[in-house]
């Protein structure tokens, strides 16, 4: 595996390698990250990575500082799992002047994740973006964990005539249902065994709208209600269109549960698709 941090000379060994398949990574990689890594290889003839914790996407109090850094552990990871190159740019290299040009994602920035991290998206279609314009793939994957995330990069991506295919990897999880994330890495002992509670319950109201529980507010509710008694700290567990992630309108849809809850001092996001 080749890597590389300067733009100039990654596109300079990009050059010529065929049809190029792009996963971004802000790094501390887990298996859902190398699912990725290994779908790839199926959508063309080179596979690159990025790893770069990206300053644009956190917000004042967030936890751009702490956020683990592993590049060694990482490069052995994408090593093994085959991929061809690595770009590894440091904030210069990619930010070599203040970003003052950046995306601004519609109304949907604004929801769920957006209402409770603000600026959270603008910072991630802007990398992305500019990613995109260095790598230049014609294929490119992101985790469905990142729900939101993924809908944004789509929609941005079709917007804007980028010529990318953008697909989505499915959650990974750990036998206990608990999605694979970097900060699962903050629980405690304790936490984590509490963590799986969450898809538990995403599974619950998945199973409820299967058999026809149009009850959409209280499904969430009760939800709620149950982290809350459990010690969580709650942003939201809403069901939304898979469309456009807005509240179901009521025609038969597809749907998706989504929620974002505090464990201790460790945010976790979840999402089901019905």
């Not at 799992?81 to 920035?109: H, S």
């Not at 939101?148 to 249902?177: F, S, W, Y």
């Not at 709620?224 to 898979?242: C, F, I, N, P, S």
Request: proline share 5%; glycine share 6%; aromatic share 6%.
């Amino acid at each position: 595996m080749d890597i590389y941090s300067g733009v100039a000379e990654l596109r300079a060994a990009l050059r010529n390698c065929g049809r190029i398949v792009f996963v971004p990574t802000m790094g501390n990689l887990h298996a859902g990250h190398i699912s990725l890594m290994t779908q790839a290889r199926a959508h063309g003839d080179t596979v690159v990575a990025s790893i770069f914790v990206n300053r644009l996407q956190f917000g004042p109090n967030e936890d751009f500082d702490k956020y683990p850094r592993t590049f060694q552990a990482d490069c052995d990871k994408l090593a093994a799992a085959g991929v061809d190159v690595l770009f590894a740019p440091t904030e210069t290299d990619l930010y070599p002047e203040p970003q003052e040009y950046t995306v601004e994602p519609p109304a949907i920035q604004h929801m769920l994740d957006g209402e409770f991290r603000p600026g959270h998206f603008r910072g991630v279609a802007t990398v992305v973006l500019k990613l995109f314009n260095i790598v230049q793939p014609q294929v490119a994957l992101f985790g469905k964990k990142d729900y939101q995330q993924l809908m944004v990069i789509r929609n941005m991506t079709r917007q804007l005539a980028l010529p990318i295919n953008i697909v989505g990897g499915e959650t990974v999880r750990a036998e206990d249902g608990l999605a694979l994330s970097s900060r699962n890495g903050y629980l405690s002992v304790a936490e984590r065994a509490e963590a799986p509670r969450l898809h538990r319950l995403l599974s619950r109201i998945r199973d409820a709208l299967r058999a026809g529980d149009t009850r959409y507010a209280e499904l969430e509710r009760m939800a709620v209600a149950e982290l809350d008694q459990a010690g969580w700290k709650t942003d939201y567990v809403a069901v939304r269109q898979q469309s456009d992630l807005n509240p179901p309108s009521g025609a038969r849809q597809a749907l998706a549960v989504l929620a974002a809850s505090r464990l201790g001092n460790t945010r976790l996001i979840d999402n089901i698709e019905v």
